[in-house]
């Protein structure tokens, strides 16, 4: 299976494109296509609408069991495509930087802080400021999360390494 961003939407796609950002982003100006090319041809086509111009360089999708995860400009989405609905939306702080799922549960970095998100949307936990530009998961596994955060751009970087339970910090050190 395929996944990719685009600007406009094909005419090769049979499904869609489906509007998952929510009925309220109708009225923004500008949009951004997730297709899913899955390995029968069948193309699936969804769509995001934007508060503003795409600025962040950060966009992620990946399917998830029923579930498809985006992230992209200041949000973050999961959709049950098998479903065909809304699971949830949350605004990031910032932008959105990138996911990681692990054990069922989905790690999202964003400007200042990493968050773990369970697969129906509520947040287990957000980690307090790591960063002023940025947060990166650099590794992780069931214990332990090791992130990357730009205090002082474009050089300071500081790693953090953070519980995968709780999202506190168990150490940290300039790098």
């Known amino acids: 299976m395929r996944i990719e961003f685009v600007d406009e939407i094909p005419a090769t796609v049979i499904v869609g494109p489906v509007l998952i950002s929510g009925a309220e982003s109708a009225k923004f100006p500008n949009s951004k296509y997730v297709l899913i090319k899955p390995a029968d041809k069948i193309e699936f086509g969804y769509e995001i609408r934007l508060r503003q111009d795409y600025y962040s360089q950060a966009s992620q999708a990946e399917v998830y069991e029923s579930l498809l995860v985006i992230g992209i400009a200041q949000d973050f989405y999961i959709y049950n495509y098998s479903g065909k609905f809304s699971v949830a939306k949350i605004e990031m702080e910032g932008y959105f930087g990138q996911f990681r799922i692990l054990n069922g549960l989905i790690y999202v970095a964003d400007m200042y ?63």
């Open 113 to 175: 802080t990493l968050r773990c998100i369970d697969k129906v949307g509520r947040t287990k936990w957000q980690s307090e400021h790591l960063a002023a530009d940025g947060v990166i998961i650099h590794d992780m596994d069931d214990e332990k999360i090791i992130i990357h955060g730009q205090y002082d751009p474009p050089d300071g970087w500081e790693m953090f390494v953070l519980d995968t339970k709780t999202g506190r910090i168990i150490s940290r050190e300039l790098i």
